[in-house]
């Protein structure tokens, strides 16, 4: 049984208080978000041991308690623009062919056919958005769970991963496909996890 926090992740909270569409609300450092920025550069120009080096210092970050699992996901989150994303497929491939091991590099490509998949629908109502747009949608969004769920196998503690998923899983609508694609599965699953992954504090 879980241990009374004194401290809990603000997402994994909101995730479990059945809201899906997370808004973390941890500042991070200025350093922080201008590192996270910084690295879609290096991979656009496939400087990708960087990256790797970079990534792999956030987690080592996180599993030592030196940033919380609200400053994982956010560093993840900003590394990969919401906009700007139509034809930058190759440069997160070829980081994962480089690297087909590595949990930043797959998280990164999940997070960025997501954002893919979103600003190719656009913001508009459903009655507002043309069939083509709906098409790519539901194009992208089973590319990016696909990666999601590679990523979950290859961290320990994957929070960033299930927060994305989550996020997919709403915008794929699923309620009937399956226990490994619905937002009630994932809500369970948050709540199996280990308790170092919702960043518990005893």
């Not at 994303?85 to 590595?102: D, I, N, R, T």
Request: proline share 5%; aromatic share 12%.
């Amino acid at each position: 049984m879980l241990q009374k926090p004194k401290k809990q992740s603000r997402i994994a909270f909101k995730i479990l208080a059945g809201l899906v569409i997370i808004s973390p609300t941890a500042v991070l450092s200025t350093t922080f978000a201008a590192e996270s920025a910084s690295l879609f550069v290096s991979i656009a120009q496939h400087e990708y041991a960087r990256v790797e080096q970079e990534t792999s210092k956030w987690l080592s970050d996180y599993s030592s308690g030196k940033i919380t699992g609200d400053e994982l996901y956010d560093q993840f989150q900003r590394m990969v623009p919401k906009t700007g994303m139509v034809g930058e497929e190759a440069h997160f491939l070829e980081w994962l062919k480089q690297y087909p091991h590595s949990y930043p590099a797959t998280l990164a490509t999940g997070i960025f056919y997501k954002n893919l998949a979103w600003e190719l629908r656009g913001n508009a109502y459903a009655n507002q958005t043309t069939q083509k747009q709906f098409d790519d949608f539901k194009k992208n969004l089973p590319v990016a769970e696909k990666y999601l769920l590679e990523s979950v196998q290859r961290y320990p503690k994957p929070l960033p991963s299930y927060c994305q998923l989550m996020i997919v899983a709403k915008g794929l609508g699923n309620t009937t496909r399956g226990p490994c694609t619905t937002t009630r599965h994932w809500r369970l699953t948050l709540l199996a996890i280990k308790r170092a992954t919702f960043d518990l504090r005893s």
